[in-house]
């Protein structure tokens, strides 16, 4: 029973942590109908930017993850501005824009290697408590990850819903062609995704610094949780991402309660697969 | 010397990967990411095979292929009932998994480390444990799979594949079944990119997770995109150019890492600028050819093939109180119908009435909520669309949905019925009878072209047709399906009175050869002219039906339809 | 209607889509209080004549004009700040969000929001239907009350020329001859110009003042509705 509510535990805090990467990921592919995949390597790079500032400049943490927020949103949307934009206005096929998105993630993804190195960069002597909830033990970082994905969310609902530039993205969201006919300038559209997406994947990444440091495989890893989270929960919908997110940190960590922990996104997978077969839109949009 | 043998036999086997991957990118249209993953299955089964159990090289190689093909069929399940993006994250995911697997399973697999001492290839008593040496067996093997893989490419199954990526929902109405050809080109690329992992293990006698990355997959991918997709030889071209270019970099002073990961960047950044520049690759897919001549000079007058027993007048394809919901819409609302052998039939009524909803129903393409089809007498109600067109019901699409990126000729060679060359087997163990076929099929071809008046479009591409040229060239390829039962949705709309002069006689003539034929139609002058029985539907069922002269006379009626 | 200024004049529009020309040569001229309703059969144009109007699509050739004022190509966004505004085929609406923010979205590019409250009231006034779901998800409305939502959308601006593609498609008799009532009512109440295609031509040609009857891309009939009165001389054109 311990070790049930234990790993329920970890399951909420990596849910959170995959639900924060979903619904980023999700705003950029859900208004634009792009999957960046270059959305892992610049959670990446943000990760490894605020690691710079605060391990070689000495800046506080705080003011560390606020400039690599700016960066990150600067990046997604030089990514749109300069690679997928000139595709998609020329009227190529998804397809040719995905290719281009996977381009991308393997040159930011290496170039960040050769500029930093391989081996993992962790923060120096950061320190979080540890608590004790009945017998159940979470530390600082598990607990934080959990707030400031739910913070992240509520603030996100609230600018989607009562913002203007909020509306207009929902609008593109729903209906692409009905917002250009009511007048919304549907590439600023694109662009503010861009930067509000790649500035949820930089406080993801900021979480991630804190638990176990940057390394290179990081990228990879985040725009994949964060396209199963999607497309589990159901494109398009932001509250599906976060479902899907804490589903799939859900599953994953009730797995470990027969299984050894290397085997975790074999189960994310085999959530996948049934999902997929099950129900193809995604658990939230149904029919 | 020998450093450069290596690089020619890492030309072969990407040759290899590029070719198979390029079978289910380019020519299927379905966008996989797990390719790497089925290169490192055929690896790491001939590894532990030959390592742990002793098993024979090429028995273990065989092993490998037969299962990686396994998986790849498992792999196509989802691409089944989803596309793009979704089988996209599906086999990333399968891609994820497998390196998880060989990671992880440290039994079986070694884990990070990997497997090594694995035994050479032995051959005519000789180990192949130099590059040298191996090159010769990597050549001949690349160069077979090459010529293999091109044959399939040309081939009336490659025809199918290449018309399923262009319209999945018109390559059923020309009697192909989706769910087969996805599977076996997924299985077979998976098979074939085995192959190449199986001589990578006994080439370097040692594998490890490493080479089997996501990066690996994205690097095939980057030389079929450079290459061209849907063209095999520009799939070894950019095999060629990706293994030997970075190679340069080996001759500036790099750390061995940073060199690697140079070369890594090198390749996504020649992917945007390929997809930014030439986004068709270095050699596009070609989409026309030159005629072969004897077919040209067999291609005589068309004659439509005799039925054997045709009545007059006879039901053929009916339906019966059909039904059918969406959610809360009703796009059926109890359609009774009955089509008769030799008369045509219009179906004329305003939009959203219900007509296209009819053809739907009764080619399979839905099923109804409730109510039966019958052809003959036989009930066909639950068939899927494929097998109902072999049954000899086809039909065309309102929006035409016509295989764009293939020539005209191609179009109508793939509605063909009964072709040997749409089954693999034949393709490699009766290439004969599969080429006389072919060859038979072209004259037939020509002559339906010809018929229609697009003889001299025939080796172009069929985007480049004009609208009233595509209308025709869709009842070419309802023609070819030698189909008795024929529906076409809104055959006339939009063209020009020339082109009509042309189509309705072509229609009348099927009705007078014992064909069933269908159409809908808003031109009232029109169906007077061509129907011998009209059908008014509103609101999702027939409300009358008889002559057009008859139907047009009932004042109500033209005043409902004329609103 | 006396004044007859004309509001839109369209000259020689050309319109493809790749290679294939789907509006030919086109040239009309809508008047300020014209009802100008567009015939014709399913592939004629009258589609993509309208979304080239609006700068949903770009011509080949030809030039639109607005006010004499050379609005070829101009984005939807620079179209709707000058008065016109346009209803797309289908219900076309934000199936996931509600009446009420389908409605203040048709006025997005009005920054000061509080002089829309009056326009809300008068489209529901024309749309009672619309106050009584306000709070409901527009997709889950039927297909006319859907309908009517368009039209309201394109209202919030009290737009100066209103474009209207195929209003009466797929609803049921008594809602296309609503849906009728309600363009007479726009026209009289915010003097605001239509421009309509219809299939459903018994209901749509008594309120028209002006006709034209396109097939592939050409004009076959351009004059007064009066002169379709006569059915044969109607089939003949359809």
């Known amino acids: 029973m311990d070790l049930i509510l234990q790993l329920l535990a970890n399951g909420i805090s990596n849910g959170s942590q995959y639900a924060l990467l979903g619904i980023g990921f999700g705003l950029i592919f859900g208004t634009t109908g792009i999957v960046h995949f270059a959305y892992g390597p610049v959670f990446a790079a943000s990760a490894y930017v605020m690691w710079w500032l605060i391990a070689a400049l000495g800046l506080p943490f705080p003011v560390a993850v606020v400039l690599g927020m700016a960066f990150a949103a600067g990046f997604g949307v030089l990514a749109y501005l300069v690679i997928y934009e000139p595709l998609v206005e020329r009227g190529s096929p998804s397809f040719v824009v995905l290719v281009a998105s996977l381009g991308l993630f393997i040159v930011i993804a290496n170039t960040l290697a050769i500029v930093f190195g391989t081996d993992a960069k962790t923060l120096p002597d950061f320190s979080y408590g540890i608590y004790f909830l009945g017998d159940v033990v979470v530390t600082g970082v598990q607990i934080a990850q959990v707030l400031v994905f739910m913070a992240v969310a509520l603030a996100l609902s609230a600018f989607l819903k009562y913002g203007t530039w909020g509306s207009a993205i929902r609008a593109v969201t729903d209906n692409v062609d009905m917002a250009r006919i009511v007048g919304i300038d549907t590439r600023k559209v694109a662009i503010v995704v861009f930067a509000i997406g790649s500035m949820i994947s930089a406080i993801a990444a900021a979480n991630l610094l804190v638990r176990e440091g940057a390394s290179t495989h990081i990228g990879f890893f985040a725009v994949f949780y964060a396209f199963i989270a999607v497309v589990v929960g159901g494109v398009g919908s932001i509250r599906g991402a976060a479902i899907g997110g804490l589903l799939l940190g859900l599953v994953e960590s009730t797995g470990m309660w027969k299984l050894p922990t290397e085997w975790q996104s074999t189960i994310a997978f085999l959530v996948l697969f049934v999902v997929m077969l099950w129900r193809p839109t995604g658990l939230l949009r149904g029919n | 010397m020998d450093y450069f043998y290596h690089v020619l036999v890492m030309f072969c086997l990407y040759a290899i990967l590029a070719t198979s991957f390029n079978v289910v990118i380019g020519l299927a249209g379905l966008f996989a990411l797990s390719h790497a993953a089925f290169y490192a299955i055929g690896a790491y089964t001939t590894a532990i095979l030959t390592t742990a159990y002793g098993v024979p090289v090429f028995v273990a190689m065989a092993i ?122 997924f299985a077979l690329s998976a098979g074939t990119a085995a192959i190449a992992g199986s001589l990578l293990a006994h080439y370097i006698a040692f594998v490890s997770p490493q080479s089997f990355s996501i990066d690996e997959t994205i690097l095939v991918l980057a030389m079929i995109i450079l290459g061209g997709t849907g063209n095999l030889f520009g799939a070894v071209v950019g095999a060629f150019i990706l293994v030997l270019l970075p190679e340069i970099l080996k001759f500036l002073d790099l750390p061995v890492g940073t060199a ?52 007059n007048g006879a039901v053929t394809l009916a339906g019966e109180n059909l039904h059918k919901n969406f959610g809360g819409i009703v796009a059926a609302n109890g359609i009774d119908i009955e089509l008769r052998a030799g008369l045509v039939t219009g179906l004329i009524g305003p939009n959203g009435a219900g007509k296209t909803t009819a053809f739907n129903l009764l080619t399979g393409f839905l099923t109804p909520t409730s109510g039966t089809i019958t052809l003959r007498g036989r009930p066909i109600t639950d068939r899927r669309p494929h097998r109902i067109v072999h049954s000899g019901v086809a039909r065309s699409f309102q929006d035409l949905k016509l295989f764009r990126r293939m020539s005209v000729l191609d179009n109508v060679l793939v509605a063909f019925p009964n072709q040997f060359g749409d089954k693999l087997h034949n393709v490699y163990f009766r290439p004969g009878a599969v080429a006389a076929q072919e060859r038979a099929n072209i004259a037939r071809a020509l002559e339906i072209l010809e018929f229609v008046g697009l003889r001299e479009r025939a080796s172009q591409e069929a985007d480049g047709l004009s609208y009233a040229e595509e209308k025709l060239l869709v009842i070419a390829r309802l023609l070819a399906t030698e189909a008795e039962v024929l529906l076409l949705d809104e055959p006339l709309s939009g063209l020009d009175p020339n082109t009509l002069a042309r189509v309705l006689p072509i229609v009348r003539r099927l009705a007078a050869q014992g064909r069933t034929v269908c159409l809908i139609e808003h031109n009232l002058d029109v169906i007077r002219e061509v129907c011998d029985v009209a059908a008014y539907l509103d609101g999702g069922r027939v409300l009358t039906i008889g002559r057009p002269e008859e139907l047009m006379k009932d004042p109500q009626l033209l005043e409902r339809y004329i609103q | ?171 049921a008799p008594n809602l296309v001859i609503a849906v009728m009532e309600s363009i007479v009512k726009i026209r009289q109440s915010l003097g605001t110009t239509i421009l309509m295609v219809e299939q459903n031509v018994e209901k749509s040609l008594p309120i028209a003042t002006d006709t034209m009857i396109m097939r592939t891309g050409r004009t076959v009939y351009l004059g007064l509705p009066e002169g379709l009165s006569d059915r044969a001389t109607l089939i003949q054109y359809l």
């Open chain 2, 64 to 185: 490998g292929v037969v299962l990686t093909a396994a998986v790849g069929a498992v792999a196509a399940l989802p691409a089944l009932r989803v596309g793009g993006h979704y089988l996209v994250v599906v086999t990333l995911a399968l891609q994820v998994i497998v390196i998880d697997i060989l990671r992880n399973a440290q039994g079986l697999t070694g884990g990070p480390d990997g497997i090594s001492g694995i035994p050479r290839i032995v051959l005519f008593g000789q180990s192949l444990s130099t590059p040298g040496s191996f090159l010769v067996l990597a050549a001949i093997v690349a160069t077979a799979i090459y010529f293999a893989l091109r044959l399939l490419a040309v081939s009336p199954f490659g025809r199918a594949l290449r018309a399923m990526r262009e319209n999945e929902l018109a390559v059923q109405s020309v009697g192909k079944n989706v769910v087969a050809l996805k599977l076996i080109a």
């Open chain 3, 1 to 171: 209607m006396t004044a007859r200024i004309p509001l839109l004049e369209i000259e020689g529009l050309s319109v493809s889509y790749g290679k294939r020309q789907i509006v030919s040569d086109l040239s009309l001229t809508v008047r300020e209080g014209d009802i100008f309703l567009m015939l014709g059969h399913n592939g004629a144009g009258k589609t993509t004549l309208l979304r080239s109007i609006f700068g949903l699509l770009k011509p080949s050739a030809g030039r639109v004009r607005y006010h004499g004022a050379d609005i070829t190509g101009r984005s939807p966004k620079d179209n709707v700040r000058d008065g016109i505004c346009f209803v797309p085929q289908g219900h076309a609406v934000f199936k996931r969000l509600t009446v009420h923010e389908n409605l203040m979205l048709g006025a997005f590019i009005v920054e000061d929001k509080s002089i829309l409250a009056p326009r809300i009231e008068a489209i529901n006034e024309l749309f009672p239907i619309l106050s009584e779901r306000r709070d409901q998800m527009a997709g889950t409305m039927s297909g006319g009350q859907q309908q009517m939502l368009a039209i309201g959308i394109a209202l919030m601006l009290a737009p100066r020329l209103l474009i209207l593609d195929e209003p009466s498609i797929g609803l």
């Open chain 2, 260 to 311: 690697d990961l140079m070369r890594n960047a090198f390749y996504g950044l020649m992917l945007i600028v390929i997809l930014r520049f030439r986004p068709e690759g270095l050699f596009p897919e070609r989409y026309r050819y030159t005629l072969p001549a004897e077919a040209e000079q067999a291609a005589g007058a068309f004659q439509l093939t005799p039925l054997a027993n045709f009545e």
